[in-house]
């Protein structure tokens, strides 16, 4: 533990977490979501969701993580040994195992699209939905050229991740998420000075109750959990690399604040220029990889707009990948003793030919097509239907049951300058959290055995 790495500043480790949590989801799930499920409205229920939903999970898995300087399966194992919580760490490693598998693929389609969009390619899209959905079709269903990508992408993440805590996570999110926050800001300028470009505000803003149903709650909820990387051992991990004196509660307030910022401004980009050349708002996650290819070649230096947008796709989806791989390297360094290099590059490997079969299962080649899904889509729903939510809600139950709130609290404290914190507040926060993230779980649950959820 001694020789353990650190990171470097308080604001290396806010950045390098807010990386873990800024991913594809916020740039194109938050938007669409908002836009079809009452607007403001939704946003409310969200931001609510999100602060006593996520709030407890992520200092819970901080605090974790730095009081026993280890990654998810030697966290529980300390603080609980002996027993079988060090199941809920390993299911944290798996879920990182499963999510980078096919994440790393989408990862693969940025890059394309980013290279695309700098060679004009975009420009004999444009105004013509069906062509770009031909080529973005065509594309993925390819054997070769989308696990070539893939394995570009796999490279900037073990390139970066090989380098250390300090010199390679914390040096190049200190780089790239001021990038995205900057390309997002030139975005969003853009986009609101088209015409017609406003509408989004309204669109994405503007509370519209009458649309915001149990449905949108319940989407609201599940998105709350899962748009900070909860529940696969990351934050746990990046955790375990905290010096005593940071203060958790303001780390994760701000890791809070940027994720959903970057998601709202994302929203902004996106829709103003889908107003503004008149597209279609609804047209949900397609909107990323088919409309909006369609969409930059009718605006001026439209190439220059949708090379941006797409690079900062491939950041965002970067950030995410380097914490997810990072949870994997940290087991087999803590538990097993490895070398980093050696982990990464095992790992990465073995990541990115399980990736490579997630690639082929969405062309010809598809081994779980008895299922008649793809592969790819299987370790998602896998993942974000049941791994995830499970992970974060026997997280709360832990340290309500296992570990005890007094001993949360204690360890919390450190760092922060008011120790005031009521048990009993934070007893109902972690109450309320298992409670809606079982809920979420059951709802799943019975609707894939009947066929209809309770609310949904």
């Not at 940025?110 to 080529?135: H, M, R, V, W």
């Not at 709202?264 to 609804?282: L, Q, S």
């Not at 969405?362 to 889509?377: E, H, P």
Request: one cysteine or more; aromatic letters at 12%.
């Amino acid at each position: 533990m001694q020789n353990r790495e650190q990171w470097g500043s308080k604001l290396g480790f806010i950045l390098a977490a807010s990386g873990s949590a800024v991913g594809l989801g916020n740039i194109w799930k938050y938007p669409h979501m908002a836009g079809e499920n009452g607007g403001g409205a939704f946003t409310i229920v969200y931001l609510i969701c999100i602060l006593v939903v996520g709030l407890p999970i992520v200092i819970a898995e901080f605090v974790i993580g730095r009081k026993t300087q280890l990654s998810p399966v030697g966290a529980f194992e300390t603080v609980a040994p002996k027993s079988n919580w060090k199941w809920v760490g390993m299911l944290g490693v798996a879920s990182a195992f499963v999510i980078l598998s096919f994440y790393g693929v989408v990862g693969g389609w940025t890059l394309k699209y980013t290279l695309i969009s700098l060679t004009g390619g975009f420009s004999q899209l444009a105004g013509d939905p069906e062509a770009s959905g031909t080529l973005f079709d065509s594309f993925i269903k390819g054997a070769l050229a989308p696990i070539l990508w893939q394995i570009v992408f796999m490279g900037f993440t073990i390139f970066v991740i090989v380098q250390g805590v300090k010199g390679g996570i914390e040096k190049w999110t200190k780089i790239m998420m001021p990038a995205i926050l900057v390309i997002l800001v030139v975005l969003m300028i853009r986009g609101l000075t088209l015409p017609n470009g406003t509408q989004a505000l309204d669109f994405l803003f503007k509370p519209k109750f009458e649309d915001l149903t149990a449905s949108s709650i319940v989407l609201a909820l599940g998105h709350s959990f899962f748009t900070l990387s909860l529940g696969m051992g990351t934050m746990i991990t990046y955790g375990s690399y905290l010096r005593k004196d940071q203060n958790l509660l303001s780390s994760a307030l701000w890791i809070i604040f940027l994720d959903t910022l970057i998601a709202m401004m994302a929203g902004v980009a996106i829709f103003a220029t889908v107003f503004a050349m008149g597209a279609d708002p609804g047209a949900g996650p397609g909107l990323i990889f088919v409309v909006l290819p369609t969409i930059f070649p009718k605006i001026v230096g439209g190439a220059i707009w949708g090379t941006l947008f797409f690079f900062l796709l491939f950041m965002a989806a970067l950030t995410s990948a380097i914490s997810i791989l990072e949870v994997i390297t940290a087991y087999f360094i803590d538990e097993k003793g490895w070398g980093r290099e050696k982990a990464i590059i095992i790992f990465g490997s073995v990541v990115t030919v399980v990736g490579a079969f997630c690639s082929l299962s969405m062309g010809a080649f598809n081994i779980t097509s008895f299922m008649d899904i793809s592969f790819f889509d299987v370790l998602d729903y896998l993942s974000s239907k049941y791994m995830l939510p499970i992970g974060g809600m026997l997280t709360a139950l832990f340290v309500l049951y296992r570990w005890g709130v007094p001993n949360f609290i204690t360890e919390m404290v450190l760092g922060m300058d008011d120790h005031n914190i009521n048990p009993a507040v934070v007893r109902i926060l972690f109450m309320v959290s298992a409670a809606v993230v079982g809920f979420i779980l059951l709802n799943e649950i019975i609707a894939t055995i009947t066929g209809t959820p309770i609310i949904g």
